[in-house]
């Protein structure tokens, strides 16, 4: 139990256009979801927090308007790239809380690159 | 501050040895959690073991033992009869307050661990 995916694995997109990447909780009803970032050879950082049915709540130094979250429903958690720059290269991994112990549970990951 | 501190930026060790990652933390709660999370190359992020701060006993799952040294701020990793499949990264993560309250991991820089045969 407690799987969770991510949508696509891997994507490539031109600079200026908007990539969208799905995170899904497959067994489980997630109240939470958390997006990170995480740069080659370096730890992963949080983005943001979303919550089902309310807006993200955002780290320091993340903006807000370029990545877009939405939180639709207690499975379904999807971060937009929105004019996407190559310096947005990255690996965005997903995690969601819920089930009965809590604990966060992560997907496989998504790796972006823009040319 | 630096939260989660992992020294070590990498490690080698000879198949069926023990090996000890080590990772420190810092914070002023009382209620927080620990985390190891293996990283292979494949990227997806695996769950290894978790201690909550009341917790007495050294938290164990199979070959994975952390070695919780309160008083230092210590949660070192140790696993053991290392296997070739255990060459990965490896991250420390610390979740503070209480269940259910934060829910916030913070990771460690990491350390890559490469397993010889």
């Known amino acids: 139990g407690a799987v969770v995916s991510q949508h696509p694995s891997w994507v490539i997109c031109k600079s200026g256009t908007s990539v969208k990447i799905e995170c899904r909780s497959l067994d489980f009803q997630a109240t939470t979801m958390f997006w990170y970032r995480q740069f080659p050879k370096q730890s992963l950082m949080l983005m943001a927090t979303?919550?089902?049915?309310?807006?993200?709540?955002?780290e320091q130094g993340v903006e807000k308007d370029k990545f877009l979250i939405n939180h639709a429903s207690l499975t379904l958690s999807t971060l937009t790239v929105t004019s996407a720059h190559p310096e947005d290269s990255s690996f965005y991994i997903c995690?969601?809380?819920?089930?009965?112990?809590?604990?966060?549970?992560f997907g496989p990951g998504t790796r972006l690159t823009v040319t | 501050a630096q939260k989660i501190t992992q020294t070590q930026p990498g490690m080698f060790v000879q198949e069926k040895e023990a090996v000890t990652l080590d990772c420190t933390y810092d914070t002023s709660d009382q209620s927080y959690g620990l985390f190891w999370y293996k990283q292979p190359s494949s990227g997806e992020m695996i769950f290894l073991i978790y201690?909550?701060?009341?917790?007495?006993q050294n938290a164990t799952e199979g070959r994975y033992s952390l070695n919780f040294q309160k008083a230092r701020k210590s949660a070192n990793l140790v696993i053991s009869a290392s296997q070739l499949g255990d060459s990965a990264m490896y991250f420390c993560a610390m979740r503070e307050g209480t269940q259910g309250g934060s829910e916030k991991l913070v990771f460690g820089k990491g350390m890559k661990l490469t397993v010889n045969p």
């Open positions: 201690q909550g701060s009341y917790d007495e």
């Open positions: 979303s919550n089902e049915g309310s807006k993200a709540t955002y």
């Open positions: 995690s969601a809380r819920g089930g009965t112990s809590g604990e966060q549970y």
